[in-house]
Nanobody
Framework: QVQLVESGGGLVQPGGSLRLSCAPS????????ALWYRQTPGKEREWVAA???????NYRDSVKGRFTISRDNAKDIVYLQMTSLRPEDTAVYYC???????????????WGQGTQVTVSS
């Protein structure tokens, strides 16, 4: 069973930066696609950034130019670099990876446990 381990959240002042990480708990064959979502109390989870199977990256408008999604293929780690953080970025951030556990196995979606990001002075 693959679990995703997230880290990097915390408290930061407006204008600050954080880098979130997401990695499988066991060895895998490949990460096909990677997404980051966020959620605040009382609201639906919203998509933030994506790294597609074709290698393209996409971002929701409110984070374009401030957030960067990337991946370390050698280490199977996906990152979300967040800069120029704003109070409205405060949320629990979740990673969602589409993984092939072994060569030839089907792609399966996994979710991280979430990490809290709080932007406040």
């Amino acid at each position: 069973q693959v679990q995703l381990v997230e880290s990097g959240g915390g408290l930061v002042q407006p204008g600050g930066s954080l880098r979130l990480s997401c990695a499988p708990s066991t060895s895998i064959f490949s990460i096909n696609a990677a997404l980051w979502y966020r959620q605040t109390p009382g609201k639906e989870r919203e998509w933030v950034a994506a790294f597609t199977s074709g290698g393209a990256t996409n971002y929701r408008d409110s984070v374009k130019g401030r957030f960067t999604i990337s991946r370390d293929n050698a280490k199977d780690i996906v990152y979300l670099q967040m800069t120029s953080l704003r109070p409205e970025d405060t949320a629990v951030y979740y990673c969602n990876l589409q993984i092939r556990k072994n060569y030839g196995s089907r792609k399966v979606d996994y979710w991280g446990q979430g990490t809290q990001v709080t932007v406040s002075s």
